[in-house]
C-alpha cells in the first residue's frame, strides 16, 4: 500500500508548498486513496462508488461520527497493528480507528516533522501535565494515553506534573523547574488539564515558575474552557504570569484523522501543513463556503491507508483566515476552530436527567 | 412536604409555591379542579401569546370542557366504587418534549392528587407563555386548593432530592430515557410507591397509497405529525411503511414539506441527518434520498431498529415500502409505541395488533393524530393509576 503514498511526501518541509501546488499533489494521493478504499472496504464503496473527485472540495467526505458505530477498515484483519480509540465522555461510544503498521508509521513521521518546524530538532527534557497512570492500560489505547506517548519521544527524561488524584506535584514540578533553569523545556498536556490542574493549581498555591526558555504544547479543545469563558488570549497569558513560557503552541486533531495535526503558529494561526487541508462548509446546505466565514470543518488528510479516514467532515466549527500569507511565513492554509457543533443527539422521547 | 423541600437550596420554584401546606381536600374531578381546568383551557385558546404556539393551543383544546366531562363521566360511570386520589405524585419529567409535563400533572390534577412537578432545567418559549398562563390561573386566588397542592420545581441532577420526594411520593410519573429511568427507579421511594414509567419508544406510520388519488389530507396529517416538538416526542412517526407501492412518492413528500411551518431547526441537523444517510448507505440499505429545506426522506431497502439509533429527529423519515402488513410483525419490537395509518382497512388493523409480540404497540391510530394525547397513554389507564377505588360493602 506503501506506494500509494509516495515516501517523497515525508522529505518535503511540511509548509513549503504553496496552496495550488499542495492541491495539485494532493489530490493525486487521495485519489488512489480513493480506489483503495472503494476496493477494500465494503462501507466505504457502498457509500462513494459513484463520487466524483475533480477538486479537493469535491472529494467525498464520511461524517466522522460514523467512526462510532462502523468499524471501518480496508486492510485483511491480519494487517491490524492497533486500534485507537477516541476518548468519548462516559457513556458514549468511543470511536473506534484501525492502524496498520504503514499508517502508524506515517503518523509518527508526520508528527515528527510537523512539531520539529515548531519546537526545532532538538530533544528538551519534558514535563507532562498529566499523572503517569495515564498511560498503565496497555490493552486499549486511550487518545490521552496515546497523545502523550506520542509526544514523549519530543522530550528527554519525562517528568509527570500531577499525582493520580489530579492533584499538583509541587515538589517535582519546582525541582524540575530549578534543574533546567534557563534550558529550553518541553510542557506537555490536554488543554483542560493544563488550565484546571496546572496552571490553577500553581496560582491558588501562589506559586509561580520560571521556564522563560520552555515551550508548552497543549491540545484536546476549549469546550471545557469556553464553559468558564477562558480564552486562548487569557491562556497564553495565565502562561506568560505563572510560568514565564512565551512559546504556548496549542494544536488540533483527532483521533479519527491520524496524521492530521494542525499546530498553532507563532501569528495564533492553526496551519495545515502539506499532508492535510482543511475545508470549511456551511452547517445548513453542506456548501463550500468562503474565507472569514464560520462553518463545518472537513479535514482532509494522505495519511490514512488501514482505514477510510481521509476526508471526514468534522462537528467541529471553524473559519480559514488565509492561504500562504500567514505573517509567520509557513505557506497554504491557516484556519481558526470555533468550538463545537451543539450536540443534540437525543434517545428516545425524554431524557430527563435522573 | 413543601417545607421539607427547603431544606435544599438547588431547589428552584418554578412558579412560586402557595405558603399553605398541601390541603389534600380534593376529590377525583371536583368542582375546584374542573373549573380550574376549564379556565387553563379557555387562557391557552384565547391568550394572545399561546394563541400561537400549535402545540399550546393543542393542549387547551384537549382540556376544553367537552372533553373532560366525557373523561370525568367514562370515569365515575355507574362504578361500585368510591374514587379517591391516590395521595402526593411526583412527576419527573422530559427535557426535549417540552410540555409534556403538563399533560402528566392536568391528569393527576383531575384525580386531585397533590402535585411535585419537576421540570427540566432547559427552558422554552412555549413552556415559559404556558408556566405563565398558569401562574396567572393560580395567582387569581379563585383556586386556594389547587394553589397549595401544585408545586412546580426545577433543579440539577441530585439523588439526594429526587429521593427525599420519592419517600413523600405515593406515585411517581417518571418520562425518561432507558439509562434515567433505571436510575430513578433505583431512588429509594416510599414502599407502597407506584411508578409510572413512560421509557424510550418509538412511532411508526402505516400507509397504503394504493388508489389514493388525493394526497392532501395525508400530507397535512403527516405534517402535523412530525413537526410537533421538532418530532422528538415518542408518538412522532420516524418510519414510515407503504404497503404495495414500490416507488417513493415524489409528489406525496413534496406536499408534506408544503405542509411543514418554517421551524428554527437545530445547527447540527444537516449533520445529523447526513450521519443517518451514510450510516444507511455504509450498510447498502439506502435507495433514494430526498432532501427538501423541512424534510429528509431515506428511501431503506429493509427496516431494522436499529436505524433509530441515528435519527435524531428535525424532520428525518426513514421510508420502507412492504409488500404486506404482515411483514410488520417481524419488524416492529417491544419499544414500538403508535401505529398511525392511512387508508387501511380497520380488520387488518385489529388482525396486525393480534399478530404482534404481546408487548408491543400502546396505540394504533389515524394520520394526524399521532400527537393527541390521551387518558390512556403507554398501555396505562392513567386515571386508574392516578387514583384508588375504595371499596364500600354496605351490612345491614
Ligand atoms: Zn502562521
Known sequence: MSELIPEDWFEMNPFALNQADKEIKMRQTLTSLHHHHLQHCEAYSNLFSDASMDSLEDFPYLAVRLFKYLTLQSIPQEQVFKILYSSGTTGQTPAKVILDQDTSRRQSKVLVKVLQDFIGKKRMPMLIIDHPGVLKSKDSYSARGAGIQGLSMFGRQPIYALNEDMSLNIEVVQAFAETHKNQPVLLFGFTFMVWQHFLQSLRKSENALNLNSGILLHSGGWKKLEAQKVSNEEFKRVCRKTLNIEKVHNFYGMAEQVGSIFVECEAGHLHAPIYADVVVRDPQTLKVIDNNNPGLLQVLSIVPGSYPGNSLLTEDLGSVLGVDDCLCGRKGKYFQVLGRLPKTEVRGCSDTQA | ?396
Open chain 2, 1 to 396: 412536604m413543601i417545607h421539607r423541600l427547603k431544606h435544599f437550596p438547588e431547589i428552584t420554584y418554578v412558579l412560586q409555591p402557595s405558603e399553605q401546606q398541601f390541603s389534600g381536600k380534593l376529590s377525583p374531578f371536583s368542582e375546584e379542579i374542573i373549573s380550574f381546568v376549564n379556565a387553563l383551557s379557555q387562557a391557552l385558546l384565547k391568550g394572545s401569546d399561546s394563541a400561537n404556539q400549535p402545540n399550546l393551543v393543542a393542549l387547551g383544546y384537549w382540556l376544553r370542557k367537552s372533553n373532560i366531562e366525557s373523561i370525568k363521566s367514562e370515569f365515575l360511570g355507574n362504578s361500585a366504587y368510591i374514587y379517591k386520589p391516590v395521595g402526593t405524585v411526583f412527576h419527573i419529567t422530559p427535557a426535549n418534549v417540552d410540555i409534556q409535563f403538563a399533560y402528566s400533572w392536568l391528569i393527576s390534577l383531575l384525580m386531585g392528587n397533590l402535585n411535585i412537578i419537576r421540570l427540566s432545567q432547559q427552558e422554552s418559549e412555549e413552556r415559559t407563555i404556558l408556566l405563565n398562563v398558569i401562574g396567572s390561573i393560580i395567582d387569581s386566588q379563585a383556586y386556594p386548593n389547587i394553589a397549595s397542592n401544585n408545586v412546580f420545581i426545577t433543579y440539577p441532577h441530585n439523588d439526594q432530592i429526587t429521593k427525599a420526594i420519592s419517600l413523600e411520593s405515593d406515585a411517581r410519573m417518571i418520562w425518561g430515557s432507558d439509562t434515567t429511568t433505571r436510575a430513578i427507579k433505583a431512588i429509594t421511594s416510599k414502599v407502597s410507591c407506584r411508578d409510572i414509567v413512560f421509557s424510550d419508544k418509538y412511532s411508526i406510520c402505516l400507509l397504503d397509497l394504493q388508489g389514493v388519488s388525493d394526497y392532501h389530507q395525508l400530507a397535512n396529517g403527516l405534517a402535523r405529525d412530525i413537526q410537533a416538538f421538532s418530532q422528538l416526542a415518542c408518538s412522532s412517526p420516524k418510519v414510515i411503511f407503504s404497503v404495495g407501492k414500490s416507488n417513493l412518492p415524489e409528489d406525496l413528500i413534496d406536499k408534506v414539506y408544503r405542509h411543514l411551518t418554517k421551524e428554527n431547526y437545530s445547527s447540527a441537523r444537516t449533520t445529523n441527518h447526513l450521519v443517518a444517510q451514510q450510516m444507511c448507505a455504509a450498510r447498502n440499505e439506502l435507495l433514494k434520498v430526498v432532501r427538501l429545506p423541512q424534510l429528509t426522506v431515506l428511501q431503506l431497502s429493509a427496516f431494522s431498529t436499529e436505524v433509530l439509533d441515528w435519527h435524531n429527529g428535525e424532520g428525518l423519515l426513514y421510508w420502507i415500502n412492504i409488500e404486506s402488513i404482515e411483514q410488520l410483525t417481524n419488524v416492529i419490537d417491544e419499544k414500538c409505541q403508535t401505529i398511525s395509518h392511512f387508508n387501511i382497512d380497520q380488520t387488518l388493523l385489529i388482525k396486525l395488533i393480534n399478530e404482534l409480540p404481546i408487548n408491543t404497540v400502546d396505540r394504533v391510530v389515524p394520520v394526524g393524530q399521532a400527537l393527541n394525547f390521551s387518558i390512556v397513554w403507554d398501555g396505562y389507564d392513567l386515571t386508574e393509576y392516578l387514583s384508588r377505588k375504595v371499596t364500600v360493602i354496605p351490612g345491614r
